[in-house]
């Protein structure tokens, strides 16, 4: 309050007013940017709604004009989604690296050279953003390799040894995306694990309750199974259903996973999860809206976050709950 009084008795409240009024009323940062972004999966499932929540948040902030496109998870369709966006000529395009750095090449050069800022999120293209970088193309999202890596400590903590038997299921093919599955299973192998690589099918990559099934059959057939590893958040959310089907009990099997989709606190809480990577999916949907205004107003170039900050495990998700419901962890 003294400073005030001196203020005012210095300027006058009038002058003081008038002073500070026009940076109370301007306009944000990024009002009148149009932004089109691909979120992933499907609008509000576990492992996207975080995402939307980010995203959705930075744009009202900033004040951007924000297109949200979903692909279930399906490269192809994440082309064909950049390629609309693309021609509506926004000023801005976040995407996913699944279909790799090649099937983006050409479309990215293109929308670049048109004077788009094309940026990352979630999955890496390492190549397109050591050449565009310098025009606004950054990341936000996991270092893939080291947070398979991270998770598969997580789990090896719990008492695996060698000779144990383990099972990886993810997508491996999938360009830098696999690097996650890959970093999880190498992990296990250098501990001594036998570990079986299985490849999630593009059907289950996008409908993940068609992998149960499937995933109960294999531990059936396994009884000398200890461990499941997956870096597929929609699949991390399967797995106490796939246990209580193949009539294991909380703890039989170590598994590791990535994100917090409702059943996947639900099978943290019930111990049938041992731990699961957070990869902050809200800061994977706020900094891409921060990348393009950053870019398309202020020229700067693309920033890289990784955002796989460690694990949750049963004794630690119960301070997150909150949080996840709302959408934000």
């Not at 009084?5 to 008038?18: C, F, I, M, S, T």
């Not at 940076?23 to 944000?28: I, M, S, V, Y």
């Not at 890496?124 to 050591?130: C, F, G």
């Not at 294991?248 to 409702?262: N, R």
Request: charged share 15%; glycine share 14%; proline share 4%.
């Amino acid at each position: 309050m003294r400073l005030c009084r001196v203020l005012l008795v210095g300027v006058g409240a009038a002058a003081l007013v008038a002073a500070v009024a026009p940076a109370w009323a301007a306009d944000p940062i990024g009002k009148g940017l149009v932004m089109y972004m691909q979120m992933g999966g499907n609008p509000g499932d576990g492992a996207t709604l975080a995402r939307q929540t980010g995203a959705a948040q930075a744009a009202e902030a900033f004040g951007v004009d924000l297109k949200a496109q979903f692909s279930a998870w399906a490269p192809e369709t994440m082309i064909a989604q950049f390629k609309e966006a693309m021609a509506a000529k926004p000023n801005c395009i976040e995407i996913m690296g699944h279909p790799g750095a090649t099937a983006f090449h050409d479309l990215v050069k293109q929308a670049t050279d048109q004077g788009i800022v094309i940026t990352d999120g979630n999955s890496p293209m390492t190549s397109l953003q050591a050449e565009f970088g310098t025009k606004g193309f950054g990341y936000a999202g996991v270092d893939l390799y080291e947070g398979g890596a991270l998770t598969a400590r997580a789990m090896l903590a719990k008492g695996l040894k060698s000779g144990d038997e383990a099972m990886v299921y993810g997508v491996f093919s999938q360009a830098e995306r696999g690097q996650s599955e890959k970093g999880l299973a190498d992990t296990l192998e250098k501990a001594g694990l036998k570990v079986d690589r299985l490849e999630i099918s593009q059907e289950v990559n996008s409908d993940t309750s068609l992998g149960v099934p499937i995933l109960a059959a294999y531990v059936q057939a396994h009884p000398n199974l200890k461990a499941i590893g997956t870096q597929h958040g929609g699949v991390t959310g399967t797995l106490q259903q796939v246990l209580e089907k193949a009539g294991k009990k909380p703890g039989d099997i170590v598994v590791g996973g990535i994100d917090l989709a409702p059943a996947t606190i639900d099978g943290l809480k019930s111990k049938y999860i041992t731990a699961t990577l957070d990869q902050l999916l809200y800061l994977q949907g706020f900094m891409p809206v921060v990348q393009c205004v950053m870019t398309a107003k202020y020229k700067m170039p693309g920033l890289s976050l990784n955002t796989g900050a460690g694990v949750v495990t049963p004794d630690t998700i119960g301070g997150l709950t909150q949080l996840i419901d709302a959408g934000i962890r």
